[in-house]
């Protein structure tokens, strides 16, 4: 077998693997680069293999790093089916519908081309065996989010597993996922190679919520629309059942989120606590209408809303953001990861001024919390539990910033596993 790498090389985003099994080329993950300056750039390039001969795209998991470039890839000739497990086939669509919009100009691709995309898509459960160009591949649990899952590709006496994104062992809402099973070869991901997570997320966000309920202030929560915001909310009902002196109106506003929401709940029982979050997400008092949104538009503390973008690159957040701006008292609180050239990161550095729904440019004045607690990502001993007790003779490292990947591959190698080997863009392995 022969592997080349193409995305998340020299950069986070844009998951891109080329596998050829000696009869054909399968593509694990197919992701648009984001989040940075460059990525428009990455984006254009074309990627080594040509699209109408690859056999097969496999999905790791729904988030649009690794999705977001398949329809370009049908845009460009693909035809081969793509694969992934039922919740992520669901998150998918939501997801690449809404890259659609983002992504018209140029004639990058469209909501045509989605809808070309998504009958191509093949489920198969965990622990299901298929066969594609003479490989048998199947899923396991990941993490991470919903559906998430790593890949297991077998051929002759050869056996690779991808990882996909990782998540956290100890996930709010998602059950932990197994280490890796014995593989000759590993490739993984490495995004908190560098990082240890020390805050707690249950501590951080009792301490928003009493806030918010005791001192009657507004409280205004950024969250991704896919997983964060299911997870946000789910904790956010369990914590006001557990302390109902503490329960105060929550509002979601935004349309993907809701979307989401009713793919979580289909697949409840993937989760720890299937009742709570049927519960916390069918309550959940969703803003759909201007006039709801108006009628909110006066109201005093305590109230809490959740809402998209998680980074305030756009979303609806934006409209209360520039409401409540004034208000010295009011929180917004910044629930993850703020990437590099997003508004969410120059808060973080310390600017206030943002830009309205309606480009009106204002100063934030109310109070500014983030906790890196909320990542779904596992941190550099997760990631280093789940490697080991695969014994792999070689493991790549992907989809971490560069000192991210030098210091896991050190510690990988202390660890054990001699041979580890951070591909470049467009780099060839035989297997
Ligand atoms: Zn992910």
């Known amino acids: 077998m022969e592997l080349t790498f193409w995305g998340a090389t020299d950069d986070v985003t844009g998951s891109?693997?080329?596998?050829?099994?000696?009869?054909?080329?399968?593509?694990?993950?197919?992701?648009?680069?984001?989040?940075?300056?460059?990525?428009?750039?990455?984006?254009?390039?074309?990627?080594?293999?040509?699209?109408?001969?690859?056999?097969?795209i496999i999905i790791t998991h729904a988030?649009?790093?690794?999705?977001?470039?398949?329809?370009?890839?049908?845009?460009?000739?693909?035809r081969g089916r793509i694969y992934c497990t039922p919740p992520t086939s669901k998150l998918m669509q939501i997801i690449l519908m809404d890259s659609a919009k983002l992504n018209k100009e140029d004639n990058f691709y469209d909501s045509k081309d989605v809808n070309i995309s998504i009958p191509l898509v093949q489920t198969y459960e965990w622990n299901e065996v298929f066969e594609i160009a003479g490989a048998k591949l199947h899923f396991i649990p990941a993490g991470h989010i919903?559906?998430?899952?790593?890949?297991?590709?077998?051929?002759?006496?050869?056996?690779?597993?991808?990882?996909?994104?990782?998540?956290?062992?100890?996930?709010p809402i998602l059950h932990p996922h197994p280490y890796c099973p014995e593989a000759d070869v590993v490739v993984m991901e490495s995004t908190y190679g560098?990082?240890?997570?020390?805050?707690?997320?249950?501590?951080?966000?009792?301490?928003?919520?009493?806030?918010?309920?005791?001192?009657?202030?507004?409280?205004?929560?950024?969250s991704f629309a896919v997983a964060r915001g299911q997870t946000l909310l789910t904790l956010i009902h369990q914590f006001h059942q557990e302390y109902p002196e503490y329960k105060v109106r929550v509002v979601m506003d935004s349309p993907m989120m809701k979307a989401a929401n009713n793919v979580y709940k289909r697949y409840r029982d993937l989760t720890l606590y299937s009742e709570d979050v049927y519960d916390a997400l069918s309550d959940i008092d969703a803003i759909e209408f201007q006039k709801e949104w108006e009628s909110l538009r006066k109201k005093e503390g305590p109230l809490i809303i959740v809402s998209s973008s998680g980074m305030l690159?756009?979303?609806?957040?934006?409209?209360?953001?520039?409401?409540?701006?004034?208000?010295?008292?009011?929180?917004?609180?910044?629930?993850?990861?703020?990437g590099a050239d997003t508004p969410g990161r120059s808060l973080l550095a310390g600017s206030r001024t943002l830009v309205g729904p309606d480009d009106e440019v204002f100063e934030w004045n109310g109070e500014i919390w983030h906790s890196d607690a909320f990542s779904s990502?596992?941190?550099?001993?997760?990631?280093?539990?789940?490697?080991?007790?695969?014994?792999?003779?070689?493991v790549?490292?992907?989809?971490?910033?560069?000192?991210?990947?030098?210091?896991?591959?050190?510690?990988?190698?202390?660890?054990?596993?001699?041979?580890v080997i951070i591909p470049a863009r467009g780099e060839k392995f035989k297997i």
């Open 16 to 56: 891109m693997t080329f596998l050829h099994t000696g009869s054909g080329y399968i593509l694990i993950d197919c992701g648009l680069a984001q989040g940075d300056n460059d990525s428009e750039k990455i984006n254009k390039l074309i990627p080594p293999i040509e699209p109408s001969t690859i056999e097969a």
């Open 63 to 78: 988030h649009l790093d690794h999705t977001g470039f398949i329809p370009r890839m049908v845009k460009k000739g693909f």
């Open 146 to 171: 919903l559906g998430a899952s790593c890949l297991v590709v077998e051929k002759d006496d050869k056996k690779i597993v991808f990882s996909g994104d990782l998540g956290r062992f100890d996930d």
């Open 194 to 222: 560098n990082r240890v997570r020390e805050s707690s997320l249950h501590e951080d966000l009792e301490k928003f919520l009493k806030k918010v309920a005791t001192e009657k202030r507004i409280g205004i929560i950024a």
């Open 313 to 338: 690159t756009g979303g609806r957040i934006g409209r209360y953001l520039l409401n409540w701006h004034n208000d010295t008292k009011a929180i917004l609180l910044l629930a993850g990861y703020q």
């Open 377 to 394: 990502h596992a941190d550099q001993g997760e990631l280093l539990e789940w490697v080991m007790p695969s014994q792999a003779k070689k």
């Open 396 to 419: 790549f490292l992907l989809h971490g910033e560069s000192s991210a990947k030098e210091i896991l591959k050190g510690k990988i190698k202390e660890a054990g596993i001699k041979e």
